[in-house]
């Protein structure tokens, strides 16, 4: 994995633009840690910060290859889990490989096909193509949107890189936000439309979505939706189609060269990463593999128990570790420094984030880095195979809103009044255009039809702001996660998969439980679904309220005249009373306090302007 960014505009002469090509380049240093590159010709600067993990010695970028009289160079952030086939294909058709690594694969394979590659390619990735010939530019990003790819377009240019801050290193770029970012941030943060980067005029290709820029002008083009076709496997059929794509993406995403490891928390989706991973360890006769877990000082003390989650990790962590035998690592985090590193986060973030859920991630990516260089992890289980409680609850299901946020009542709650008066026409626009773009066949059932419409809010939504938030943590401290479920094959079978065969013997992420049954304990797989989990102890909230009544009196907030005093400070004197999260499952009355400081501190670190 890596950090990508360029700069294209034939006006420029990119040599005379040393000083905010090297700045960019900077930002994203903690992306890549191992190497740096950069190329600079006519109009065209690319930018490549690398973190080594597949043919270490040979995989410098920025990449240029030549095929006849053919020149073109590329930046990859990325790995390839088909890599051995798209090169055979490549390989019968003429082209010669001076490397083993997969960037000189996609390389070739845009030489080859052209835009079409994005076709042919199994990973996750997001990279840059630059044809000397013909002068233009082509960006993609993968179908899960794993990966990030942001850009800023302007009159005859284009910049682009992996993250926000990258961006605003360039002086064409100024950090403003308008009604439409402000909407973001405070109505629908830490989520995020696709394709919005929040600040005026900054874009991101959305997943599935490649583009050409001209030098005149982008045009892009999706490439990959979620499609409506008939299910045609029977029930047993299913079961086992479901456990074979899992356990062929988790092996293919084993391959690495440098160190690797496994998150286990005791959750279904972690162990069966976990137990794939050590089988394939006995079998290579590899030694046990490394697997993680996280915790937080005292957090049994105070832990009580929800609907969102109802159980602690320790035992099921214990189960697994003595079923596998791995070598296992507990890391427990203080709440002290789980305070402190909220700020950190949302530089990892670029933007207000999860909170406490965002910095415990990143202190865990921290301690895990200084062993492993990757990772595997199970996001992305629960929006693909019904695990959330909101799939389950009729009167949740068919509310005829965004599922993890139903109401913006604690929302507004905070905010002054008349701050925002389109704010709910914006979200309510928001869910409507999901919904109508939905793809359905004819003849589904209400509750299928439902079901694919709950799918799309999750897979472009609740699970895209996951995704960002594993990217953003883990590379901050240059450490390549992969999440085995995201694979796209996965995401086509389960969008198609009828949600009695889905939801097997009427339990969350059924289908899955059944596919692994006999090959994890018993007690994993009847589990009852957990998120991930998040701090308890009472004296983060004072932490957080402390220094939210801080920024209330603060004359020099940037927010102070967005807030409500009244409405946050009730939330400080009566934390209980918050009935439903601000956003998905976790984020309660200490979050809300943490993210008005994710928020006061994002304002102030990049001079955000309102406009």
């Not at 360029?6 to 903690?30: L, N, V």
């Not at 439409?180 to 919005?196: D, T, V, Y």
């Amino acid at each position: 994995m890596c950090g990508i960014a360029g700069w294209f505009d034939r006006s420029i002469d990119m040599k005379a633009q040393g000083r905010p090509i090297s700045r960019m380049s900077e930002s994203i240093a903690r992306r890549g840690p191992d190497d740096s590159g950069t190329y600079v010709g006519e109009g065209i600067a690319l930018i490549h910060r690398r973190l080594a993990v597949i043919d270490v010695q040979n995989g410098v970028q920025p990449m240029s290859k030549k095929c006849g009289e053919r020149i073109c160079t590329i930046v990859y952030n990325g790995e390839l889990y088909n890599t051995s086939e798209v090169r055979q294909e490549l390989s019968l058709s003429g082209y010669t490989f001076y490397t083993d690594s997969d960037t000189e694969v996609v390389l070739t394979a845009y030489m080859c096909w052209g835009g079409n590659c994005v076709d042919k390619l199994n990973g996750i990735f997001a990279f840059a193509v630059y044809d000397h010939e013909r002068k233009n530019l082509f960006l993609a990003r993968d179908r899960i949107g794993v990966k990030p790819l942001f850009y800023y377009c302007y009159n005859k240019g284009f910049i682009f890189a992996s993250e926000i801050n990258c961006l605003l290193q360039n002086p064409k770029v100024r950090p403003v936000v308008d009604e439409a970012g402000l909407s973001e941030i405070f109505l629908i943060g830490p989520g995020r439309s696709q394709g919005q980067g929040i600040y005026k005029n900054i874009g991101e290709l959305t997943p599935g979505e490649c583009a050409f820029f001209d030098g005149e002008k982008l045009y892009k083009r999706r490439y990959f939706t979620l499609k409506a076709r008939e299910h045609t496997d029977s029930t047993a059929e299913s079961i086992e189609k479901v456990r074979e794509l899992i356990t062929d993406s988790i092996q293919r995403q084993l391959v690495s060269d440098v160190p690797l490891c496994c998150f286990l928390s005791g959750g279904l989706d972690s162990s069966i990463i976990s137990y794939t991973a050590s089988e394939l360890a006995k079998k290579n006769g590899a030694e046990p593999i490394d697997t993680y877990s996280i915790d937080y000082k005292d957090n049994d003390k105070y832990f009580k128990s929800s609907l969102f989650q109802p159980t602690p990790d320790s035992e099921f962590i214990g189960t697994m570790v003595s079923a596998i035998g791995s070598r296992h690592h507990y890391i427990t985090l203080d709440n002290t420094d789980l305070f402190n590193a909220l700020k950190m986060a949302v530089d990892a973030r670029d933007l207000p984030g999860m909170t406490d859920v965002d910095a415990s991630l990143l202190l865990f990516c921290e301690r895990i880095k200084q062993e492993h260089t990757v990772a595997l992890s199970g996001e992305c289980a629960d929006e693909l195979f019904g695990g959330y409680p909101w799939y389950h609850n009729k009167d949740i299901l068919f509310d005829d809103t965004f599922p993890w946020s139903r109401s913006l009542d604690i929302r507004r709650s905070i905010l002054k009044k008349g701050f925002l008066p389109k704010g709910e026409e914006y979200v309510r626009q928001k869910y409507l255009d999901t919904c109508v773009h939905t793809d359905k066949l004819p003849d589904d059932s209400e509750i299928d039809r439902r079901m694919r419409e709950m799918f799309s809010l999750n897979f472009y939504w609740f699970m895209q702001t996951l995704l960002d938030r594993k990217d953003r943590m883990s590379m901050y401290n240059g450490l390549e996660v992969r999440v085995p479920f995201c694979d796209y094959r996965i995401v086509e079978y389960a969008y198609n998969l009828p949600w009695e065969i889905k939801a097997y013997a009427g339990r969350e992420k059924g289908i899955v439980r059944e596919a692994f049954r006999g090959l994890l304990p018993d007690s994993i797989i009847d589990r009852k679904k957990s998120p991930y989990p998040k701090t308890h102890n009472p004296y983060y909230f004072k932490l957080c309220a402390d220094a939210v009544k801080e920024i209330l009196s603060d004359k020099t907030s940037p927010i102070r005249e967005i807030l409500d005093a009244d409405g946050v400070e009730a939330i400080i004197q009566e934390p209980d009373r918050i009935s439903s999260p601000w956003y998905g499952q976790l984020m309660r009355a200490p979050q809300i306090l943490a993210y008005i400081i994710q928020t006061d501190y994002w304002f102030r670190a990049n001079k955000v302007i309102i406009e």
